[in-house]
């Protein structure tokens, strides 16, 4: 069966998708579209289980979702007065 893994993607200064997998530490890819930056961490994490495979120690740091550890659920934006100094 498929693996399923949260995915942050976010966009730089420079207009650059960057896009990373927490649950796999040093995941990450980026794209000049979302879809690339999708495209990208899609193979990033595929490389990163194929070394999980034979490294026994990086396999222990990847979380597949099989405890309770609280997950990431969501991103939001806040509305906050505005400071007086802005």
Known sequence: SDLNFTIIV??????????????IP?????????EEAETHIKEAIRLCLEVAKTDEAYRDTIDFGEDA?????????????RPVFL
């Open 26 to 34: 040093g995941c990450n890819s980026k794209g000049k579209t979302y």
């Open 10 to 23: 976010t966009q730089d200064e420079e207009g650059v998708f960057v896009s990373s997998c927490p649950a």
């Open 69 to 81: 550890r609280p997950r990431y659920v969501g991103i939001t934006e806040l509305s906050v007065p």
